[in-house]
């Protein structure tokens, strides 16, 4: 068996959304493995973010860990967030206020998954 064990430090990848952008935690800072840089797509027909950890410049890359702040990284960008919205079906799914989500990482593709059909319920 391998176990991964917890860290009260850092916690569970969380990715909190709203039209103002877009919110890593310290667990999903971990476990993107603090890159300098990322890109964001979307699966437009399953509503799904994936978040793509680079160590080097290429076209489309977003500043990553320059960016952290008190163990989070806050990408503010509304024009991200329209681009988001405008390739999904049902562009409700981002609101006003920040919904979070449980993110998970798919080691055979290299990308942190967001499912924005599974937000974490209040």
Excluded: C, H
Excluded at 32 to 56: A, C, M, R, T
Excluded at 77 to 83: A, C, G, L, N, W
Excluded at 88 to 95: A, G, Q, R, T, V
């Amino acid at each position: 068996m391998q176990f991964q064990w917890y860290d009260p430090d850092t916690g569970a990848p969380v990715i909190s959304i709203a039209n103002y952008g877009i919110n890593f935690s310290s667990g999903a800072i971990d476990v993107l493995g603090k890159p300098i840089y990322i890109k964001i797509g979307i699966d437009s027909e399953n509503n799904i973010l994936g978040i793509k950890p680079l160590q080097e410049e290429e076209d489309g890359v977003i500043k990553f860990i320059s960016r952290e702040r008190q163990g989070n990284v806050r990408i503010t960008s509304k024009d991200f967030i329209r681009f988001i919205k405008s390739k999904l079906l049902d562009e409700d799914i981002i609101e006003d206020s920040a919904k979070k989500y449980i993110a998970k990482w798919d080691k055979d593709n290299e990308i942190l998954i967001i499912n924005l059909n599974d937000p974490i319920q209040k």
